[in-house]
């Protein structure tokens, strides 16, 4: 055992010695670029017509809405937006939900958000939502620009909030 701890001690303290070393190269060149910040989630989203996309591969502004189409709030909201959808055109909207796709379809159908240019409707696992935003209430609303998170609302929200944090 003592062998063991000796041994260990030896490693350790070659590592330290490796990593404590003067490095006089540390500045990036100037030519090189810093990645991008992405702060979206790592979810697999299925589109109503079948299409898969991965939320860590969306570029530009875009709101995630994770809804329950059952949920009276959610219906709500989703009239709210639907009145000022014009108002959200340098977005792109994503209702998500983990209800199966035919009510997110009819959802889409009975707020009159179906096939507008902005306005997408997406299923996950309620796992994927659980993981990276942790157990929520319906509506939840997520806005991002440029990769970042921008603004985040849970709960019903006032139309008025949501459209100054655009």
């Given at each position: 055992?003592?062998?063991?701890i000796?041994?260990?001690?030896?490693v350790n303290v070659?590592?330290?010695?490796?990593?404590?070393?003067?490095?006089?190269?540390?500045?990036?060149?100037?030519?090189a670029?810093?990645?991008?910040?992405?702060?979206?989630?790592?979810?697999?989203l299925?589109?109503?017509?079948?299409?898969?996309?991965?939320?860590k591969?969306?570029?530009?502004?875009?709101i995630?809405?994770?809804?329950?189409?059952?949920?009276d709030?959610?219906?709500?909201?989703?009239?709210h937006?639907?009145?000022r959808?014009?108002?959200?055109?340098e977005?792109?909207?994503y209702f998500?939900?983990?209800?199966?796709?035919?009510?997110?379809?009819g959802f889409?159908?009975?707020?009159r958000?179906q096939?507008?240019s902005?306005?997408?409707?997406?299923w996950?696992?309620t796992?994927?939502?659980?993981?990276?935003?942790?157990?929520i209430?319906t509506p939840?609303?997520y806005?991002?620009?440029a990769?970042?998170?921008?603004?985040s609302?849970?709960?019903?929200t006032?139309?008025?909030n949501?459209?100054?944090?655009?």
């Amino acid at each position: 055992m003592s062998k063991i701890i000796i041994s260990l001690l030896i490693v350790n303290v070659a590592l330290l010695s490796c990593s404590s070393k003067k490095d006089e190269n540390h500045q990036l060149p100037e030519s090189a670029e810093v990645a991008a910040v992405n702060e979206y989630p790592d979810i697999v989203l299925v589109l109503a017509d079948g299409k898969e996309i991965q939320t860590k591969s969306l570029t530009g502004n875009n709101i995630f809405i994770l809804f329950q189409p059952d949920c009276d709030h959610c219906q709500e909201e989703a009239i709210h937006i639907e009145q000022r959808l014009e108002e959200f055109k340098e977005y792109t909207l994503y209702f998500i939900s983990s209800a199966p796709m035919d009510q997110i379809r009819g959802f889409a159908q009975n707020f009159r958000l179906q096939g507008k240019s902005n306005v997408r409707f997406a299923w996950t696992t309620t796992e994927s939502v659980l993981t990276y935003y942790g157990p929520i209430p319906t509506p939840s609303i997520y806005i991002y620009s440029a990769g970042r998170l921008k603004q985040s609302f849970q709960g019903q929200t006032d139309m008025e909030n949501i459209l100054r944090a655009l």
